[in-house]
């Protein structure tokens, strides 16, 4: 077995496809959960790093 390029063929699965909520391909199809927005958790995934830092000095 060779390590490097070839080995990259066994990514032709995809990990996240679209999501319902949110629209990005960020829906985890093993866990069924959606990476960006935590779909189908109600409330949507938000985290205080997330925000914007622009005011911060
Ligand atoms: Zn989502």
Do not use: E, Q, V
């Amino acid at each position: 077995m060779t390590k490097g390029t070839p080995s990259m063929g066994k990514f032709n699965k995809p990990i996240h496809i679209r999501c319902r909520r949110c629209g990005r391909r960020s829906f985890h199809t093993a866990k069924r959960r959606c990476a960006h927005c935590g779909f189908p958790n109600p409330k949507w995934r938000k985290y205080d790093w997330l925000k914007p830092k622009k005011l911060l000095r």
